[in-house]
């Protein structure tokens, strides 16, 4: 079964740094894109980049970059998505999702998801 | 960047009715359109793919159409566990954006 598992809640303070995990198991880890996707309280979806396992290439929604960066560690089938200085702003729900399309045909897997909490 | 618009921003119907969810993409996005559900405190469930395919296991009461720039998600009947926030997404080029939602309610 393939499974896409995030590390647990985290709150933090302005300007701290942070780095949540996703980690995929149930496949071939280099097979899907991870997509990360925010979710501010109340709100709608965003998506915020996406890399590829495979050869780490990065896209990034021109919303979030420069403010996110998007890793992933084939080797322990983990893709990571970390900020560098936090802002309240910040706190949202974060997924990592994929759409894997072969075929004609889709399925999509998403973590379940990380609450972020930045707070003085 | 691709913009896709929904419309309405929520809506209210009886159960039994006929529901209808537009979705307007920036850009000719072909068929690279997707639909969510996502109920309270949920994660996202993808219904349809490929503007027109439904994913398995969803009921059929769901269904998709369009390409191009214009979209829709009908639901046939609306049911009580339909009560949701619905999302389109484009996902052409392996880049995602998704509609403002959708929210549904009875």
């Known amino acids: 079964e393939v499974q896409l598992v995030q590390s647990g809640a985290e709150v933090k303070k302005p300007g701290e740094s942070l780095t949540i995990s996703c980690n995929g198991s149930g496949y071939k880890f280099a097979t899907y894109w991870i997509n990360w996707v925010r979710q501010m309280p109340g709100k709608g979806l965003e998506w915020m980049g996406r890399i590829d396992p495979d050869d780490s290439s990065v896209k990034y929604s021109p919303s979030f970059q420069g403010h996110v960066t998007i890793s992933a560690d084939k080797s322990i089938s983990t893709a990571y998505l970390q900020w560098g200085s936090l802002r309240a702003s910040d706190t949202a729900m974060y997924y990592c999702a994929s759409l894997y399309c072969t075929n004609g045909v889709c399925v999509a897997y998403w973590g379940q998801g990380t609450l972020v909490t930045v707070s003085s | 960047d691709i913009q896709m618009t929904q419309s309405p921003s929520s809506l209210s119907a009886s159960v039994g009715d006929r529901v209808t969810i537009t979705c307007r993409a920036s850009?000719?996005?072909?068929?690279?359109l997707a639909w969510y559900q996502q109920k309270p405190g949920k994660v996202p469930n993808l219904l349809i793919y490929a503007a027109s395919s439904l994913q398995s296991g969803v009921p059929s009461r769901f269904s998709g159409s369009g390409s191009g720039t214009d979209f829709t998600l009908t639901i046939g009947s609306l049911q009580p566990e339909d009560v949701a926030i619905y999302y389109c997404?484009?996902?052409?080029?392996?880049?995602?954006?998704f509609g403002q939602g959708t929210k549904v309610e009875i």
């Open positions: 997404q484009n996902y052409k080029s392996a880049l995602w954006t």
């Open positions: 850009q000719d996005i072909s068929n690279y």
